[in-house]
């Protein structure tokens, strides 16, 4: 089946460094890919997301490439700032007929410091 | 404010005992999911809602778990006999465009 896979975490990083979390995935179909983060106490929010080969999803300073020749979907982002502690999670959806359910990775903990 | 919203925010049960976690989007929307989060573990699957019935359901979701949406607003989600692995954090999603999903806040569920 369709899988996520994300490197592990927490990753630290001082403010202002570049940031990067890699993920693969395993996919039958050929899927739309997301980035969400969970920041502290709250629920999971949509950072971006790219729905074919070779588009970039970016949003808040953060960019990922949908690279079908490694199934790859890193998140990168020049400039961490302190507010971007949180956790992210890659995930896929297969672009079936209707709405397709979520696949997602482990999680990636990026913990931020002054 | 936040698309979906979800109550309770916190819920502890004692094993056996029935629990109903309940969501409500903002606005209308006919496609629904939940999703639960065992702590450090991954966002799992567990069910997809469309249309008042089930549209998909992962392995985890067996006859312990129901869903419905009573009065065409409020969506639930009932374990019926809790179990300790039953504790997590739920949450519900509902559609939005390209295949997005826009998540509630979550319940975390803790059964003793």
């Known amino acids: 089946g369709d899988s996520v896979t994300q490197m592990e975490g927490p990753v630290t990083l001082s403010e202002e460094a570049f940031l990067t979390i890699n993920c693969t995935y395993t996919?039958?179909?050929?899927?739309?890919l997301f980035w969400y983060v969970q920041y502290p106490g709250e629920g999971l929010q949509l950072l971006l997301k790219a729905t074919k080969a070779d588009d970039k999803g970016s949003n808040k300073g953060f960019e990922a490439t949908y690279r079908k020749e490694t199934t790859s979907f890193h998140l990168e982002k020049g400039s961490v700032q302190v507010s971007d502690s949180a956790v992210y999670f890659c995930?896929?959806?297969?672009?079936?007929?209707?709405?397709?359910?979520?696949?997602f990775g482990t999680g990636t903990r990026l913990l931020v410091s002054p | 404010e936040p698309e979906v919203t979800q109550t309770p925010s916190h819920q502890v049960t004692q094993m056996g005992q029935e629990v109903i976690l309940r969501c409500v989007p903002i606005s209308n929307h006919l496609y629904f999911y939940w999703y639960r989060q065992i702590l450090g573990q991954k966002v799992e699957f567990l069910v997809s809602?469309?249309?008042?019935?089930?549209?998909?359901k992962s392995e985890i979701f067996d006859d312990q778990f129901s869903v419905e949406r009573p009065d065409g607003s409020n969506f639930t989600l009932k374990i019926r006999s809790t179990k300790l692995e039953d504790s997590a954090m739920y949450f519900c999603?509902?559609?939005?465009?390209?295949?997005?999903?826009?998540f509630g806040p979550g319940t975390r569920l803790t059964v003793l």
């Open positions: 995930a896929l959806s297969d672009q079936g007929t209707g709405f397709q359910k979520l696949v």
């Open positions: 999603a509902r559609e939005g465009g390209y295949n997005e999903q826009f």
């Open positions: 996919a039958t179909g050929y899927p739309s």
């Open positions: 809602f469309y249309n008042n019935e089930i549209s998909e």
